[in-house]
């Protein structure tokens, strides 16, 4: 994928490879798509003959960077595999084929079915808040069809957490580790791992997580389905963890259409989920709001470190640097804000009682 000249016949091999009973595949188009963040994409015309019969397909290549100009560093493989565990549940770009190791495509990627249908970000952006209100039950919907999965149905390759409390204290952990690694001392890190574990909220079950759930990863069908891209950080997880996600990008690059409809969200959500209210409420989601962005938190540092020490070439790690600068204001105002309501809630909670 790094020299696009070169795919057209690389591509149809691969495809031939895997499909061997198709007499001919032949790539009529590819070219390089914007918006892929983190990875390599790019749009690829198809035409397949079979007893005779010639149809066309259209797919998506999503593959690996060069290694020097890694945003973050993820696995292909993996998240095929919850791709192909997802599908069916969710509303997804369809995976069909992997190259683990780049021998065929010229770096790990997968190959999935293109999607028509428009992305969120720009179908929002020409309509007012009341219409976009409307998005916060399919949101809702999204994000449950996911999070109800069953643990035993997910791939081998996610990590089990042994329960909730351990996975909650790594991930508070998550935030004095990457604050330690760093390459200068950032002691907002250490502080906002502090106010976390002496907040935490009520536990819920361990379940899929995405881990970059946001509007410019979310695509609307025709029939209003969300459907749902890049699995690239998915783990198993607090599922509260990609609505708090959620909100933190919306604050960016708004509207939160978790706050445009909060009883239809909220409500909608708990109804397929089983959630009570204390367990999933807007100020539980921005705690979550803080806790969850960590992970990519986390990897934006590191790349940033890698381009200062001349490991990493690309002027996206420095200039990512700018959302975690931005994320920090962002964090302390968050803890303030939910200092107030907590507090509030265990008074409430002492006089009822």
């Not at 997968?110 to 007012?128: F, I, K, Q, W």
Request: hydrophobic letters at 45%; aromatic letters at 8%.
């Amino acid at each position: 994928m790094h020299n696009p000249s070169e795919m057209p016949a690389r591509l149809a091999s691969f495809l031939a490879l895997n499909e061997p009973d198709v007499d001919h595949i032949e790539v009529t188009s590819y070219e390089p798509m914007t918006g892929g963040y983190s990875r390599i994409l790019a749009k690829a015309e198809t035409v397949w003959t079979r007893a005779g019969t010639r149809t066309t397909r259209t797919f998506v290549v999503r593959g690996d960077p060069p290694a020097d100009k890694a945003l973050i560093i993820t696995d292909r493989g993996q998240e095929f595999a919850v791709l192909r565990a997802v599908e069916g549940a969710v509303s997804v770009s369809r995976a069909h084929y992997l190259d683990a190791t780049g021998e065929h495509l010229g770096t790990p990627a997968l190959v999935l079915d293109h999607v028509d249908a428009a992305s969120l970000l720009p179908h929002m952006a020409g309509r007012d808040d009341a219409a976009n209100a409307d998005l916060a039950r399919p949101l809702a919907e999204a994000a449950a069809a996911f999070h109800t999965i069953p643990l035993d149905a997910l791939p081998p390759e996610l990590a089990r957490p042994a329960n909730w409390d351990a996975y909650i204290a790594d991930r508070i952990d998550e935030w004095r580790r990457t604050a330690h690694a760093h390459v200068e001392s950032m002691p907002i890190l250490r502080y906002v791992a502090a106010w976390l574990d002496a907040h935490r909220p009520p536990p819920v079950e361990l379940a899929l997580v995405h881990g970059d759930f946001q509007s410019a990863n979310l695509m609307r069908a025709d029939d209003g389905r969300l459907v749902v891209l890049d699995w690239e950080l998915a783990q198993i997880g607090d599922p509260r963890e990609d609505i708090g996600y959620f909100k933190a990008v919306a604050t960016a690059a708004p509207p939160d259409v978790t706050a445009l409809d909060e009883a239809a969200f909220y409500g909608r959500y708990r109804e397929l989920t089983g959630m009570t209210e204390e367990q999933i409420n807007p100020a539980i989601a921005a705690y979550f709001l803080i806790l969850g962005v960590i992970g990519t938190v986390r990897r934006l540092v590191e790349g940033g470190a890698a381009y200062a020490k001349g490991e990493n070439t690309s002027i996206g790690s420095a200039f990512s640097l700018s959302s975690v600068m931005f994320g920090q204001s962002m964090w302390m105002a968050g803890c303030a804000q939910l200092e107030m309501v907590f507090d509030a809630a265990k008074s409430a909670a002492g006089g009822a009682s």
